[in-house]
């Protein structure tokens, strides 16, 4: 049985009227006694698995602050996906055959995890501390980090969680067999295999640190692989003008419809906000003499923008696998996809290429032959200095460095909109994803460059 704590309350959410903040306010530290007794419950009863999901949104997934929108809602599907498909371990047995190993062990407790702390001499002296999970893995995996647990730790909590043990270690001197000494103790101890993770560490992405340690020991779920399991499910960009009553199975349901009626395309646009505002989200085909860029990029050849705002690589596998674009047997295809897994699924760099590259080979396998065009992203509308910032620009160099391989162009779309310093030209997208009417221009110039030669405009 699953004993799952509700998620924070996000009382920081815009909208509310102050007394709503204070009403939450005051809420909050109930929700922490009781997370504290659900937690205590689970320790006691060995067919109860304490999930908690207090660290599992953030104030843009929710609605009013107390429920979930589509976003956060998805988060808290796959948190619940990965308990249920994780085989655990009851640890209790854990600390008599750790202290057995290393001699004298402290207990102690961190943001309600229990510690299991032992010195390790050898080439110096160190201090190593275990971070026990409430149930763990099978094999008892531990991750390795250098250091020591502190406010900033949340990396560390987010792996136990999962049920992994976090090894961390203080040393007064570089010692550069500390973590096979580790590793050696541990595995007296009855543990497996251990992770450096400081080949996966990433303070600025969490989540990231966790994803990459699940798929190191083998996980299968869908929190291990965020970018390149097919989905659907995407939270629909109210800004790119869909009404609050749209959903994602409306919307799969009208483009399928548009798909059917505008069959056998020359070129086929595919990704998310920024390709849907080409056209917008009614009138998706190419009209010679409508008058929007799209329709001049276009001109004797059918072309179709069946982006979706919000889109990410795995929406857009999800529609690739479903046989979306079937119908208009496309010849070549421009994908635009991977921001918005960035800006609002916090995957990885890492993460969201491979997602593209799955994206692409999900194209190739479907429809043999197809030409491809894979743009690289706009920058990101956040300060030059912010983890999105860096993690959009190096998303972008990873595609333009990367060899696609036989029949796959690239158009860097993202050069024309960055100024001298890499931030966002303001002028041409306000936002990094809707571009101005002299963006789309620009845009789509970008693009012809590449399908001119292939198509013969």
């Given at each position: 049985m699953i004993l799952a704590t509700a998620p924070k309350i996000a009382y920081d959410s815009p909208g509310l009227t102050e007394s709503d903040t204070e009403d939450m306010q005051r809420r909050i530290p109930r929700l922490a006694e009781i997370r504290a007794q659900m937690r205590q419950i689970a320790r006691s009863t060995e067919s109860f698995e304490?999930?908690?999901?207090?660290?599992?949104?953030?104030?843009?997934?929710?609605?009013?602050?107390?429920?979930?929108?589509?976003?956060?809602?998805?988060?808290?599907?796959?948190?619940?996906?990965?308990?249920?498909?994780?085989?655990?371990?009851?640890?209790?047995?854990?600390?008599?055959?750790?202290?057995?190993?290393?001699?004298?062990?402290?207990?102690?407790?961190?943001?309600?995890?229990?510690?299991?702390?032992?010195?390790?001499?050898?080439?110096?002296?160190?201090?190593?501390?275990?971070?026990?999970?409430?149930?763990?893995l099978e094999g008892l995996p531990w991750v390795y980090f250098p250091g020591k647990l502190d406010t900033d730790s949340t990396w560390a909590v987010e792996l136990a969680d999962r049920g992994f043990h976090v090894v961390l270690a203080e040393s007064d001197r570089t010692w550069t067999t500390l973590p096979v000494e580790i590793g050696a103790t541990l595995q007296r101890a009855g543990?497996?295999?251990?992770?450096?993770?400081?080949?996966?560490?990433?303070?600025?992405?969490?989540?990231?640190?966790?994803?990459a340690a699940l798929r190191l020991v083998g996980a299968s779920s869908d929190e291990a692989y965020p970018s390149t399991r097919p989905r659907s499910g995407v939270a629909l960009d109210q800004t790119a003008n869909w009404s609050p009553s749209d959903t994602w199975d409306s919307v799969s349901m009208v483009l399928d419809y548009i798909a059917q009626r505008i069959r056998h395309m020359d070129a086929l646009f595919v990704g998310g906000t920024t390709v849907q505002d080409?056209?917008?989200?009614?009138?998706?085909?190419?009209?010679?003499?409508?008058?929007?860029?799209?329709?001049?990029?276009?001109?004797?050849?059918?072309?179709?923008?069946?982006?979706?705002?919000?889109?990410?690589?795995?929406?857009?596998?999800?529609?690739?696998?479903?046989?979306?674009?079937?119908?208009?047997?496309?010849?070549?295809?421009?994908?635009?996809?991977?921001?918005?897994?960035?800006?609002?699924?916090?995957?990885?760099?890492?993460?969201?290429?491979?997602?593209?590259?799955?994206?692409?080979?999900?194209?190739?396998?479907?429809?043999?032959?197809?030409?491809?065009?894979?743009?690289?992203?706009?920058?990101?509308?956040?300060?030059?200095?912010?983890?999105?910032?860096h993690a959009v620009a190096s998303l972008r160099a990873e595609i333009i460095r990367h060899n696609f391989g036989p029949g796959v162009r690239k158009a860097d779309t993202g050069a024309p909109f960055a100024n001298t310093d890499g931030s966002l030209r303001t002028t041409?997208?306000?936002?990094?994803?809707?571009?101005?009417?002299?963006?789309?221009?620009?845009?789509?110039?970008?693009?012809?460059?590449?399908?001119?030669?292939?198509?013969?405009?």
């Open positions: 304490f999930v908690d999901l207090s660290r599992q949104l953030e104030t843009a997934h929710y609605i009013d602050g107390f429920h979930p929108n589509a976003q956060g809602a998805d988060h808290l599907a796959v948190r619940f996906a990965t308990a249920v498909q994780s085989r655990l371990v009851n640890r209790s047995e854990l600390r008599p055959s750790l202290e057995k190993a290393t001699g004298k062990l402290a207990g102690g407790t961190f943001q309600g995890l229990e510690t299991l702390t032992f010195d390790l001499e050898g080439h110096g002296q160190a201090k190593v501390t275990v971070l026990q999970p409430e149930r763990a543990f497996s295999g251990g992770i450096d993770g400081r080949t996966i560490m990433d303070q600025e992405n969490p989540g990231a640190v966790t994803r080409l056209t917008g989200h009614i009138h998706r085909a190419a009209q010679p003499g409508r008058g929007r860029a799209f329709d001049e990029l276009a001109g004797p050849r059918r072309a179709a923008s069946f982006g979706v705002s919000g889109e990410r690589t795995e929406h857009l596998l999800w529609r690739i696998a479903r046989g979306t674009f079937d119908p208009m047997t496309p010849n070549t295809v421009v994908v635009h996809v991977g921001a918005h897994n960035i800006i609002d699924a916090n995957h990885s760099v890492h993460e969201t290429f491979n997602g593209v590259l799955r994206v692409v080979d999900g194209l190739q396998h479907r429809y043999p032959g197809v030409r491809i065009v894979v743009c690289t992203p706009l920058p990101a509308n956040a300060p030059t200095d912010s983890y999105v910032f041409l997208s306000p936002d990094g994803m809707i571009l101005t009417p002299e963006g789309r221009r620009i845009f789509l110039g970008e693009i012809r460059a590449i399908l001119d030669p292939l198509l013969s405009f």
